[in-house]
């Protein structure tokens, strides 16, 4: 390798030019012949399908008849044309729900980033209903009110004063007494 770590190209400057001009010169020389073919084979298809017309020698009774079939040609090439036209329309319109099926089996479906929005109650509210209903929102309004059931406060006493009657034997006939299991 050589320094700097570049490689040496396998063909040379001067040989990578010749070659792109003998391409080059080799396509033109193509694309002329493709020319000339496609104009040959247009000569040929309309002397087949349009014969050549010699109108000097034709009556006026014989000019009208090639005038008739001439209009009756185009009026049935125009009615191939258009039914072309419509199976050309028809296979694309098929082809797309075709694609969309495809498109929707595969379920790829691009989801777009959405921005977190901050709005307010009565904001969504109108926005969702439109803003000729303007009718304010108020969550609390439609609550039942419950009634708290007020407990029952118990005495409040010291807890000192509750050991020392549960202490002895009267305390523990009193628990007897109550059903409640003894300590």
């Known amino acids: ?93 098929e082809i797309e729900g075709l694609a969309q099926k495809i498109f929707d089996l595969k379920g790829k479906f691009k989801r777009p980033n959405l921005k977190r929005v901050r709005i307010s109650a009565d904001a969504m509210l109108g926005a969702l209903l439109g803003s000729t209903h303007k009718a304010s929102l108020d969550l609390r309004a439609n609550l039942k009110s419950v009634k708290k059931e007020e407990e029952k406060e118990k005495e409040v006493t010291d807890w000192r004063k509750n050991v020392e009657a549960m202490s002895g034997m009267e305390g523990r006939k009193k628990l007897f007494d109550s059903g409640a299991p003894a300590q």
């Open 1 to 93: 390798m050589s320094e700097g770590g570049e490689k040496k190209p396998k063909i040379t400057a001067s040989r990578r030019l010749l070659l792109k001009t003998l391409m080059l010169a080799k396509a033109a020389v193509m694309l002329e012949n493709e020319t000339k073919e496609k104009k040959d084979e247009k000569v040929k298809i309309m002397a087949e399908r349009v014969p050549p017309l010699d109108c000097g020698r034709m009556s006026l009774q014989e000019l009208q008849e090639l005038c008739k079939q001439m209009h009756h040609k185009i009026d049935v090439i125009d009615e191939e044309r258009y039914d072309f036209e419509v199976k050309v329309v028809k296979n694309n319109k």
